[in-house]
């Protein structure tokens, strides 16, 4: 390890911040100035980076999911690879296949596009269940397995995959095991009249310069992103804090003592990845406001995205319009912070 990336993992996150939130500052400010009107989706992508985790983005079309993974790839020291999910597709598309050689006598594998660090899984409830658990194992165990060899992923590895909402015939919806391998659910909406107004004028300025996205003034190299890692996960966790995640997730699968509408609402709670999810998340949002503790406020800010895809309702609360995130609601209100 480098002197320069010694100095960047032993900043200490305190209030004046290390050099590693320097940079995720800086990364935080490209984003914002090429993502506009989306502030949420910019922030979780950071959370997630930060968190080692994935994201699942859910919204209309044409809302920048797609240029919000791509800037951020351009602002990384990182490789970024889009694949538009489609029913036809094969687990092979993603994960490559043996190739036989013939000048060699031999197969030989041939790597597909999960072998990189940034992946766009656009539109993934449109592939079927094979290619869905194909990206399963390289979300959870960070490898693919192909006939009986086994290929490692890059260590800085990150999916965003994509939902549209509005359009559910002729796809396949993402079983309960594969959400829970998602960090975070995010959902994202039309921007406000200013922002529009921004947009246009991006992207005239865009096609006048005729390129797509400039590059920022520094890319981050992988090293600063773990050493931030690094960093988040030294922060204090407080008991106190650490037990009202615990008591939000368990009240989820035993909802009695806090509600009666959460135990008549939820068929199926979250499960202890959901904890670890929203500890993490929480201590990244801490971590990027400059903070060397987690507060019960970080909890609260992040549990939505954490818990929402994680609960499975029953039919009468389906039926009555009961959503995810009306239990997510309840939840906060009932469980008390410290």
Not at 103 to 130: M, T, V, W, Y
Not at 190 to 196: I, N
């Amino acid at each position: 390890m480098s002197a320069d990336v010694r100095d960047v993992a032993a900043g200490p996150p305190g209030r004046n911040g290390s050099a590693a939130l320097g940079a995720f500052r800086g990364l935080r400010d490209y984003l914002a100035s090429q993502i506009i009107g989306q502030d949420t989706l910019v922030e979780r992508l950071l959370i997630v980076l930060l968190a080692d985790g994935h994201l699942l983005v859910e919204g209309p079309p044409g809302l920048a999911k797609t240029r919000a993974i791509k800037a951020l790839a351009q602002a990384l020291e990182a490789d970024f690879q889009r694949v538009q999910f489609t029913p036809d597709l094969l687990p092979a598309d993603l994960t490559g296949s043996d190739v036989y050689r013939p000048e060699e006598g031999s197969f030989r594998f041939q790597r597909g596009p999960l072998f990189h660090n940034l992946i766009l899984a656009d539109e993934i409830n449109r592939a079927p269940a094979k290619v869905q658990s194909a990206l399963l194992e390289a979300m959870a165990e960070r490898q693919i397995s192909v006939g009986a060899a086994s290929y490692r992923l890059p260590q800085l590895f990150l999916v965003m995959a994509t939902q549209n909402p509005l359009e559910q015939e002729g796809t396949y919806p993402l079983p309960e095991a594969q959400l829970d391998r998602f960090m975070l659910h995010t959902r994202v909406d039309y921007p406000d009249r200013g922002s529009m107004l921004a947009i246009m004028g991006l992207a005239r300025r865009e096609a006048i310069d005729r390129r797509e996205l400039p590059p920022p003034r520094e890319r981050l190299t992988q090293d600063i992103v773990f050493a931030a890692r690094r960093e988040a996960l030294e922060l204090t966790l407080s008991d106190p804090v650490a037990e009202y995640i615990a008591a939000l997730v368990h009240a989820t699968r035993n909802p009695e003592p806090y509600s009666t509408r959460l135990r008549e609402w939820l068929h199926w709670g979250a499960s202890p990845r959901a904890a670890m999810a929203v500890e993490r998340g929480a201590r990244a949002m801490a971590w990027l406001d400059g903070r060397d503790f987690v507060s019960p406020e970080d909890v609260q800010s992040i549990a939505p995205d954490a818990l929402r895809h994680r609960l499975l309702l029953n039919y009468g609360a389906q039926a009555r319009g009961i959503s995810a995130q009306t239990c997510v609601d309840e939840l906060l209100e009932k469980v008390p912070a410290p």
